[in-house]
């Protein structure tokens, strides 16, 4: 079983358009996050969002929104995709923060690449 | 602005062998420090985390120094198995923001049979 699944695994499309990309958890943890993998392989956050509170990275554009429907799930929804939005999309999930006896756990990645 | 940095993007090393993996940061306030191991076209998995409070912590093959007058982690692998090529990122976050990691670009590493 699957513990963070992300789809798509690949997704290509023009630029302008909206796509959105799914995560699901089956960890029973109550945050979970989006990180962007740039081209020079470095490793950002994005988004953690727990049922209580979204903590946005202040360097994200707001073309990019998580939308949360349960505990369970964390889709990032992205308006307007541009050139530089091409990367890859890691979901993850902990228990309670990073620290401690809960590290991430992630999905497989979506490799985003805008045309 | 990268406050964790891995500036070896890859290490070669024969079977049975050591591996060392190094990191640096140069936030003073990060305090706990994690390892993550990434095959291709996988997500990155934990490997082993030390908190502020030791300087040394060990599981199995593995083993992570953390150096906090020199901001320096390193990884030590031994005996290497060809199982473990990847990529290994080095990742740092504070008490107070431990939700987010942050994370340096990585290190390949190939063992060679």
């Known amino acids: 079983d699957t513990a963070v699944s992300q789809t798509p695994k690949y997704l290509v499309t023009q630029m302008g358009n909206d796509k959105s990309i799914k995560c699901e958890q089956n960890?029973?943890?109550?945050?979970m996050y989006w990180y962007k993998q740039d081209s020079k392989k470095f490793l950002k956050i994005m988004f953690s969002?727990?049922?209580?509170?979204?903590?946005i990275n202040e360097t994200v554009p707001n073309r990019f929104s998580p939308k949360s429907p349960d505990k369970a799930h964390l889709n990032l929804h992205i308006n307007s995709l541009e050139l530089g939005d091409s990367a890859v999309y890691f979901c993850?999930?902990?228990?309670?923060?990073?620290?401690?006896?809960?590290?991430?756990?992630f999905g497989n990645g979506t490799r985003l690449t805008v045309t | 602005d990268q406050q964790v940095k891995q500036n070896s993007p890859s290490l070669s090393v024969q079977e049975g062998r050591i591996s060392i993996l190094n990191c640096d940061y140069t936030?003073?306030?990060?305090?706990?420090f994690l390892w993550y191991k990434k095959y291709p076209a996988e997500g990155p998995t934990f490997l082993i985390s030390?908190?502020?409070?030791?300087d040394k912590n060990e599981d199995g093959r593995f083993t992570v120094f953390l150096n906090k007058s020199a901001k320096h982690l390193s990884l030590h692998i031994v005996p290497s198995q060809p199982g473990d090529s990847a990529v290994y990122f080095c990742?740092?976050?504070?008490?107070?923001?431990?939700?987010?990691?942050?994370f340096g670009t990585g290190t390949r590493l190939t063992v060679i049979p």
């Open positions: 993850a999930s902990s228990q309670t923060g990073t620290g401690g006896s809960s590290p991430l756990h």
């Open positions: 960890l029973g943890h109550d945050t």
């Open positions: 969002y727990n049922n209580k509170e979204l903590i």
């Open positions: 936030n003073s306030m990060f305090d706990y």
């Open positions: 030390i908190s502020s409070i030791k």
């Open positions: 990742a740092a976050s504070t008490q107070t923001g431990a939700n987010n990691l942050f």
